[in-house]
């Protein structure tokens, strides 16, 4: 099941020529022996291995010995996320070696991924994705998703050459790292969202084309779901070539519109913990949490603008009591303010909000339903409540009201402060 990644870079209708960094793709059992030759075709001499010592169990010890050559940076598992104090481990690691390496091999799932990819840019040197689980769909990302002293940021990297995907590796991950995978996935019903609804208010570039593949992506899990909660190496590697399309579709657009929304923006909101106690859950857990919650707001909203239950404001400024509140220290929240300047809701015309709205309304209706969302999760095996990632259903109104702020990207979480509503949109089924 590999990946011609030929056909993803070529003339588009969108009027670009897309760009895709990542060379080859292999979705295979045994992909792992590829590597030596892969590195010595590439002319690489001095490779290291970033993985923790989970990783290292499931597929370090393989690859170094078909790398024997090659350096270790293997990190410590507890507490390991991609921020700073991950970044500074695998540095020191990787400073200890008698060479400095050529180029990189990431050898584990998210964290690992955007700690090497992170720091393959900043070295200027290539990596290789050696996938141990369908966890994410960012192994192909070319930024890195890093929480940066608390601040949740996107920030400069490179994605890999290649993806040496072994499914005799990657399918002997717990379940629970599969189930982040699909719920990743299934988060791109409200990000598309959000990118259609931006653009028609806006103008904001679109393509068809990788809005398709990030559909089809979703169609070929939805098909699957049954198969995926039960494991085994065939439902694996149908999922891992979903969350590989939906990483070569942002490569396609040169950042994480197409997959990245109102959803991930409420997961980047307990990850930085100023609403919240620490949520020490996988990203894909997050965001299909982000996703019920959303997708409850947004037909809420939808209902309402339908039965023109509403009133357009003339402008929307920063909240700054919001902020100041939610934000306490002030280095974060000088972060936040500086991700906010300018404000993407002073660029909306109020007229045309107000003539686009049974467009958005078309739009919001393509997301399948909260109820339904939980139905496709739960026979998936995945985490669909506030409860399952440890927070209270408190936080639901808090997480809508204040996430919109963590990323500048025009989401209709953001529009709603655009409006003023005759019914709380906010009152939902928080599971």
Not at 68 to 95: F, I, Q, R, T
Not at 115 to 120: D, E, G, K, S, V
Not at 420 to 428: G, R, V
Request: glycine content about 6%.
């Amino acid at each position: 099941m590999n990946i011609d990644v030929s056909l993803f870079a070529k003339p588009c209708s969108c009027g670009r020529t897309h760009q895709i960094s990542v060379q080859d793709i292999f979705i295979e059992p045994g992909a792992i022996r590829r590597l030596p030759g892969l590195v010595a075709s590439r002319g690489f001499r001095v490779p290291a291995i970033v993985c923790d010592e989970n990783t290292y169990r499931a597929a370090g010890a393989a690859v170094r010995e078909l790398l024997p050559e090659s350096g270790l940076a293997m990190l410590n598992p507890d507490h390991l996320h991609a921020n700073e104090h991950g970044v500074a481990a695998a540095e020191e690691k990787l400073a200890e070696m008698p060479q400095a390496p050529d180029v990189l091999l990431a050898v584990g799932s998210g964290t690992v991924h955007d700690i090497t990819r992170f720091l393959a840019h900043k070295r200027g040197i290539p990596f290789l994705s050696v996938p141990t689980a369908a966890s994410v769909d960012g192994f192909v990302s070319t930024v890195a998703a890093m929480t940066w002293h608390g601040c949740k940021k996107t920030l400069p990297a490179v994605a890999p050459i290649l993806v040496a995907a072994d499914s005799d590796v990657f399918s002997q991950a717990p379940h629970r790292l599969n189930a982040s995978g699909l719920s990743d996935l299934l988060g791109k019903y409200t990000a598309l969202a959000d990118w259609k609804i931006a653009h028609a208010v806006t103008g904001e570039y679109i393509c068809e084309r990788v809005c398709q593949l990030e559909y089809e992506a979703l169609d070929s899990v939805l098909q699957n779901l049954d198969a995926i909660r039960e494991g085994g190496r065939e439902a694996c590697e149908n999922l891992m070539y979903a969350l590989l399309l939906s990483g070569l579709a942002m490569q396609m657009v040169g950042n994480s519109r197409p997959a990245s929304g109102a959803e991930h923006h409420m997961s980047h909101l307990w990850e930085m913990e100023v609403i919240n106690a620490p949520v020490d859950y996988y990203h894909g857990e997050k965001v299909s949490v982000g996703l019920v919650l959303s997708s409850a707001i947004y037909h809420n909203a939808a209902a309402l603008l339908k039965k023109g239950a509403y009133q357009v404001k003339d402008h929307m400024e920063l909240e700054m009591d919001l902020l100041e509140k939610s934000f306490p220290d002030k280095a974060m929240r000088e972060e936040i303010m500086d991700e906010n300047r300018p404000n993407p809701l002073a660029q909306i015309d109020p007229a045309v909000l107000r003539e686009k709205a049974p467009e958005i309304v078309r739009i919001v209706e393509e997301i399948p339903a909260p109820q339904e969302l939980v139905r496709l999760l739960k026979q998936g095996g995945c985490v669909y409540s506030l409860e399952g990632i440890g927070l209270p259903d408190s936080l639901l109104e808090p997480t809508a009201r204040i996430s919109p702020y963590v990323r500048a990207r025009l989401t209709f979480m953001r529009l709603l402060k655009m409006f003023t509503f005759e019914e709380n949109i906010f009152h939902c089924e928080a599971r």
